[in-house]
Structures are given as structure tokens and as C-alpha cells.
């Protein structure tokens, strides 16, 4: 039988305290109650520093994947601002050049929040220039408004970050607790037992070895080719 481990990351700590409860469950743990009631005390708070670690990561995932889908869009309006541009005799290899830009291809290249700059630039600098065509002008207020957007999203992103740094910092503080309460109801365990609470041990912190799988047959080697 092998014995439970605490494990090296906090999915395996919290899955091996967990299945010490679940287990405590069903034998007398009144030999090691002590020990247990602080074990528990310290798996909770862990186990709930360790939801506050997915939560955070969850919502800067979030807000990453809309940052993400801004950014797309401020592509495509750099895009459509490039297709329009020429038809109102700006250059088709370089439609930005004459406004002082990168072109769409380098400024799409650029970084989430260097392309929202250069674009809101180009924006200002397209909509003075005059006798463009109302395409033109449409196209770069949209250009600039899927760059405020960008901004916008990416504004809260470092806040996020900073959360989610701080809930893990919360967590893995509380690690060295939880393995020192994990190692001490497991010694407890193990001197209840000595003294006669049988099964104790095994209970809490026996697992049964996995049965090993089983070798797949080799496939038959394939005939070989008649001569032709």
C-alpha cells in the first residue's frame, strides 16, 4: 500500500487533504482529533486562498481574451482605412506615408497599446486633411474608436495582474502551514496506530496501489510483398 503525500503543488495539497477528510469520514478519529481540527483549520484556509488564485486568474483571462478581440478589431479598421484611402488618390503600397504613420501592415505589428497610439495619430492627421471623400473620413473615426476601445481594455489588465499576483502571493504563504499541519496529523496518525488504534494510518493516508495496465499485443508484422 502506498502512503499519501502532500504533494508538490497546490491541485495535489488540496486533493490530498480533501481525501483525508473524505476518509476521516468513515473511521474514529477521536486518537488524532487535535491534530485534524488544525489540519482542517489550515486545508480551508489554503484551499480558499487557492480559489482566490482562479478567480483572479480567471478574470484577467477574461479580460485578456476582450483585449484580445479589440485588438482584431483594431486591425481591421487599419484595414479598411488602408483600402479606403487610396481612392482618394493616396498611395495604394503606403496609403499612411504622406500622414507621417507606419504602414498598415508595420502598424499592425506593433504592440496593443503602440498601434492604439499611432493610430489615433493617424486618425487626427487624416480627418485635416482636405477633399477626402466621406469612405475616408468614415473610416478613420472608426480606426480611432477601435483604438479607444483597445485602450479602454487594456487599461485594467496591470490592476488584474496585481490582483492576481497578490491572491497567489496569499496562498503560497500559507503552504509551509499546510505542509507542517499535513506532516503533523500524519505523525499523530501513525503514533495512534502504534498505540493500538488500528487502522487509523491506513485509513487517513493508505492508498491501494494502482493495478498496472496492461501491454498492449503487438500487431502481426504485415506479410511480406509477393515478388512481381
Given at each position: 500500500?502506498?502512503?499519501?503525500?502532500?504533494?508538490?503543488?497546490?491541485?495535489?495539497?488540496?486533493?490530498?487533504?480533501?481525501?483525508?477528510?473524505?476518509a476521516a469520514e468513515s473511521v474514529d478519529t477521536?486518537?488524532?482529533?487535535?491534530?485534524?481540527?488544525?489540519?482542517?483549520?489550515?486545508?480551508?484556509?489554503?484551499?480558499?486562498?487557492?480559489?482566490?488564485?482562479?478567480?483572479?486568474?480567471?478574470?484577467?483571462?477574461?479580460?485578456?481574451?476582450?483585449?484580445?478581440?479589440?485588438?482584431?478589431?483594431?486591425?481591421?479598421?487599419?484595414?479598411?482605412?488602408?483600402?479606403?484611402?487610396?481612392?482618394?488618390?493616396?498611395?495604394?503600397?503606403?496609403?499612411?506615408?504622406?500622414?507621417?504613420?507606419?504602414?498598415?501592415?508595420?502598424?499592425?505589428?506593433?504592440?496593443?497599446?503602440?498601434?492604439?497610439?499611432?493610430?489615433?495619430?493617424?486618425?487626427?492627421?487624416?480627418?485635416?486633411?482636405?477633399?477626402?471623400?466621406?469612405?475616408?473620413?468614415?473610416?478613420?473615426?472608426?480606426?480611432?474608436?477601435?483604438?479607444?476601445?483597445?485602450?479602454?481594455?487594456?487599461?485594467?489588465?496591470?490592476?488584474?495582474?496585481?490582483?492576481?499576483?497578490?491572491?497567489?502571493?496569499?496562498?503560497?504563504?500559507?503552504?509551509?502551514?499546510?505542509?507542517?499541519?499535513?506532516?503533523?496529523?500524519?505523525?499523530?496518525?501513525?503514533?495512534?496506530?502504534?498505540?493500538?488504534?488500528?487502522?487509523?494510518?491506513?485509513?487517513?493516508?493508505?492508498?491501494?496501489?494502482?493495478?498496472?495496465?496492461?501491454?498492449?499485443?503487438?500487431?502481426?508484422?504485415?506479410?511480406?510483398?509477393?515478388?512481381?
Amino acid at each position: 500500500m502506498e502512503t499519501l503525500q502532500s504533494g508538490s503543488s497546490p491541485g495535489t495539497r488540496i486533493a490530498a487533504g480533501d481525501s483525508i477528510f473524505h476518509a476521516a469520514e468513515s473511521v474514529d478519529t477521536k486518537p488524532v482529533a487535535t491534530r485534524l481540527a488544525g489540519f482542517k483549520k489550515v486545508h480551508g484556509a489554503y484551499s480558499a486562498a487557492d480559489a482566490g488564485v482562479k478567480k483572479a486568474g480567471e478574470a484577467l483571462q477574461k479580460q485578456q481574451a476582450k483585449l484580445a478581440e479589440a485588438d482584431v478589431s483594431q486591425d481591421e479598421a487599419v484595414s479598411d482605412l488602408a483600402v479606403a484611402l487610396p481612392t482618394d488618390g493616396l498611395p495604394r503600397v503606403n496609403p499612411f506615408k504622406p500622414f507621417g504613420a507606419p504602414s498598415p501592415t508595420a502598424l499592425q505589428k506593433l504592440g496593443y497599446a503602440d498601434e492604439a497610439k499611432q493610430l489615433l495619430a493617424l486618425e487626427v492627421a487624416v480627418l485635416k486633411r482636405k477633399g477626402l471623400s466621406k469612405g475616408s473620413i468614415d473610416a478613420a473615426k472608426t480606426a480611432g474608436k477601435a483604438a479607444l476601445r483597445v485602450q479602454a481594455e487594456l487599461s485594467t489588465v496591470p490592476k488584474l495582474e496585481k490582483a492576481r499576483t497578490a491572491a497567489m502571493t496569499k496562498r503560497d504563504a500559507l503552504a509551509q502551514a499546510w505542509e507542517t499541519a499535513f506532516a503533523g496529523l500524519k505523525r499523530a496518525a501513525r503514533s495512534a496506530e502504534d498505540d493500538g488504534a488500528t487502522g487509523l494510518y491506513g485509513a487517513l493516508f493508505g492508498r491501494a496501489k494502482a493495478a498496472p495496465k496492461a501491454k498492449k499485443a503487438k500487431k502481426p508484422a504485415a506479410p511480406a510483398a509477393p515478388p512481381k
